[in-house]
Each structure stands twice: as structure tokens, then as C-alpha cells.
């Protein structure tokens, strides 16, 4: 009777133990799914404010070629002179290899704009090419055109517009951002 009653007791921490574990386990996936889902939520608004600041993007790009170059310019002009401006070339360096950076990744969001223009041209559904001609519309264009008037010019409800443009970001999202 004894060994039934350390077996019974042992059984019970085994299945405490198991609770244990099992509680922990549901815990930590629970825990890692929300992180995962908060970096798909932050990188899904991160390609909505991308795109609402396209067009400012691409003016700051064209005038970021120039402006490497003259930077470029200054720091040998800099270097040239006593090491007063040994401090002033230093902040000349960081701030060209921001805009270097920056054009880098406007080069990048233009190679996954184009990428996903060609998805959505290559799909047979009319429904893809709608959502990727209402993308360019709204946030692509060099003249900007408002939710209304697009809505009118595609002929669809209010509804699915914005249906288009939130499917298009979302699958937008991870060609930018990966997965």
C-alpha cells in the first residue's frame, strides 16, 4: 500500500509537472505570436506611411544625387584646410551616408513597386490589376488624385476601393519589408 501511495504521489507531480510545462509552453507562443503580429502590424504601417510620402520620397531622391556629390565636393575642400574643420568634415561624412542610405532604400521600394506591378499585370483576375492601377492612383502618381475621384473613374463602391488599397498594402508589405 505504501508503494501504491508514492506511485500515486509521484503520478500527481508528473502531472503537475506536465501542467507546468504545458502552461509555460501555451504562454510562450502565445507571447511570440503577439510580437509577431505587432511586427506585421508595424511594418504593414510602415508601407502605408511609405506610400502616402511617395511623392516626396522620389523629389528628395532626385535631389539627393546632387547633393551626395557636392557633399562629396565640400569634404575634400574641408580636408584641404587646417583641422579647425576636422569636426565639420566628420558631420559632412555621417550626413552623406544617410542620403547614401536613403537612396538605397528608395532604389529598393521602387525595385518591390515594380516587382509587384508585374505580379499584378501577370494575374489573370481583373481584380489585381484594378488593385495595382488604384495603388498607383492614390499614392504613385506624379499628380495626386483623391479617394473620390478614383472611385468614380473605376466605377466600385467606397468599400471596395478601400478593400483594393488595404489588400494591395498588405501584400505590398512583405515584398518591402520581407516576412
Same mark, same amino acid.
Request: glycine share 2%; proline share 1%.
Given at each position: ?6 506511485? @500515486? ?9 506536465? *501542467? ?15 510580437? &509577431?503580429?505587432?511586427?506585421?502590424? &508595424? @511594418? =504593414?504601417?510602415? &508601407?502605408?506611411?511609405?506610400? !502616402? ?6 523629389? $528628395? +531622391? ?6 551626395? @556629390? ?44 515594380? &516587382?509587384?506591378?508585374? *505580379?499584378?499585370?501577370? #494575374?489573370?483576375? !481583373?481584380?489585381? $490589376?484594378? !488593385? ?6 492614390? =499614392? ?5 488624385? #483623391? @479617394? !473620390? ?5 473605376? /466605377?466600385? +463602391?467606397?468599400? #471596395?476601393? =478601400? ?7 498588405? /501584400?505590398?508589405?512583405?515584398? *518591402?519589408?520581407?516576412?
Amino acid at each position: 500500500m505504501i508503494d501504491i501511495a508514492l506511485k @500515486a504521489d509521484s503520478a500527481d507531480d508528473i502531472i503537475k509537472e506536465a *501542467i507546468r510545462l504545458g502552461t509555460e509552453s501555451a504562454i510562450f507562443l502565445i507571447q511570440k505570436n503577439q510580437n &509577431t503580429n505587432k511586427s506585421r502590424k &508595424t @511594418a =504593414y504601417r510602415n &508601407t502605408k506611411l511609405l506610400l !502616402k510620402n511617395y511623392r516626396n520620397f522620389i523629389s $528628395v +531622391s532626385n535631389e539627393l544625387k546632387n547633393d551626395i @556629390a557636392l557633399s562629396k565636393d565640400k569634404i575634400q575642400y574641408y580636408s584641404m584646410l587646417c583641422d579647425f574643420f576636422e569636426n565639420s568634415e566628420y558631420k559632412l561624412r555621417e550626413n552623406i551616408r544617410t542620403k547614401e542610405r536613403t537612396g538605397i532604400f528608395i532604389s529598393h521600394i521602387n525595385a518591390m513597386l515594380k &516587382t509587384y506591378k508585374l *505580379i499584378c499585370m501577370a #494575374s489573370k483576375e !481583373k481584380a489585381y $490589376v484594378t !488593385k495595382y492601377n488604384i495603388l498607383y492612383d492614390m =499614392y504613385l502618381s506624379p499628380q495626386k488624385i #483623391s @479617394a !473620390k475621384q478614383l472611385i468614380k473613374k473605376y /466605377e466600385i +463602391s467606397e468599400r #471596395s476601393f =478601400y478593400y483594393f488599397i488595404e489588400s494591395a498594402i498588405k /501584400e505590398l508589405t512583405p515584398l *518591402i519589408f520581407g516576412i
